[in-house]
């Protein structure tokens, strides 16, 4: 996936955090409140790599803190610029994503990067500069089979835990961030489907919005930190991941995960370390107050003005492991996407009900049963983050 599919996937999620974790000036630690955060907050992702290429930064504005929704900020000038004053301009591609191809020679471990930009309202900003690290190996990527605790102390869940191996170089990599993004292949049943259109007319839904097998990906929810500074050997093995368990469809036909190794500076560590404890610590967002790390960002004729996000660059590694069978365990087998029972009552239904969908299920102990179904059901491209045809780097039969 491009730097531009990951951020329209993940940007909603960044404006959710970053509404919490709020940013005062540019030195100030505070704790947000519902009042800290007006309509049009000026909120930025800019967290760009040593990777050549197209890369987005995204700035929208907030709304409110409780229910945050993502209102993009169009018709910016965007740059990035080294401390020899060496720079590159992101131009606006979809409102609020500006990107740029950016050459590898404008990347150079070791020098400092920041961030100017300046909104259609004039308004000017500008963030510190940024150290970029060199990125450091990820050796391997695996799994074990693991059963997890329930609440009931009697009922397990059954899964995989993933685990990777990683080299540590405490001049380059002293401060790490993992980010995990998975794919899947998945399923419709193969019921019989049916279309009730503008027509008035039940008919069997044609091929053209009938699909079966889609692949969906997504971020895993998880911020994975770790300073490294204190480890005494180059190498970390077996650290943790996340888990999968079977009772979904993603080990069933094939899954796969891919994992993002940053080596960052000090200062982008503690912002993502401050981020994973205010989402994860105590089993949630809002169970502790967040404790607010400042941003890097400043309004640069008003710098008591508040922003919200980061810009940081880094070192980037990756690593994708596939996974096709796994032996020893059960796969998800559960029906689902059966039809209701009743059927629709056609007539009654207006031109903006319409179209409805409806399936056949062959199974034994539904004999054929035929009711009223969803879109997603007779078509799985509907599902979120659900394409119809496989990505480029899915292992072909």
Request: negative net charge.
């Amino acid at each position: 996936m491009s730097n531009l599919g990951t951020l329209r996937v993940i940007k909603l999620l960044f404006i959710l955090i970053l509404t919490v974790l709020l940013f005062f000036g540019c030195v100030e630690r505070y704790y947000a409140s519902e009042d800290d955060v007006i309509t049009g907050t000026l909120v930025v992702s800019a967290h760009l790599t040593d990777k050549p290429g197209e890369q987005v930064i995204s700035i929208s504005r907030s709304e409110k803190l409780r229910f945050p929704s993502y209102v993009p900020e169009t018709g910016c000038w965007v740059v990035v610029e080294d401390q020899a004053g060496n720079s590159i301009e992101f131009k606006e591609t979809v409102p609020g994503d500006y990107l740029a191809d950016i050459p590898a020679l404008f990347l150079v471990p070791g020098s400092l990067y920041r961030l100017l930009l300046m909104t259609s309202d004039g308004n000017r900003y500008e963030s510190e500069y940024s150290r970029l690290r060199s990125s450091t190996s990820i050796n391997s990527v695996y799994y074990e089979l693991e059963s997890i605790p329930t609440k009931d102390p009697m009922v397990t869940v059954d899964g995989i835990r993933f685990y990777m191996d990683f080299e540590v170089d405490p001049d380059s990599s002293e401060y790490m961030r993992w980010e995990l993004l998975e794919t899947y292949e998945f399923h419709n049943p193969p019921y019989e489907d049916y279309i009730y259109g503008f027509d008035r007319q039940l008919k069997l839904a044609p091929d053209s919005i009938v699909y079966k097998q889609c692949w969906i990906t997504g971020h895993v929810n998880a911020i994975i930190t770790l300073d490294a500074g204190k480890l005494t050997t180059p190498q970390f093995n077996y650290m943790p991941l996340h888990h999968i368990s079977n009772e979904t469809q993603r080990l069933s036909h094939g899954y796969s995960l891919l994992v993002r190794q940053f080596s960052m500076d000090e200062p982008a560590f503690r912002y993502w370390d401050e981020l994973k404890k205010n989402s994860q610590e105590n089993s949630g967002l809002y169970s502790r107050q967040p404790s607010i790390t400042p941003s890097n960002i400043c309004n640069c004729d008003d710098p008591e003005e508040k922003i919200l996000g980061f810009f940081s660059v880094s070192g980037i590694s990756e690593k994708r492991l596939f996974v096709k069978e796994v032996e020893g365990l059960e796969k998800y087998s559960s029906l689902y996407c059966v039809p209701v029972l009743e059927l629709p009552r056609f007539r009654f239904l207006v031109a903006s009900d319409l179209p409805v969908y409806a399936s056949r299920v062959f199974v034994p102990e539904y004999l054929a049963r035929f009711g009223e179904t969803t879109h997603e059901c007779v078509d799985c491209r509907m599902k979120k983050r659900s394409v119809g045809d496989p990505p480029d780097f899915w292992p072909t039969e």
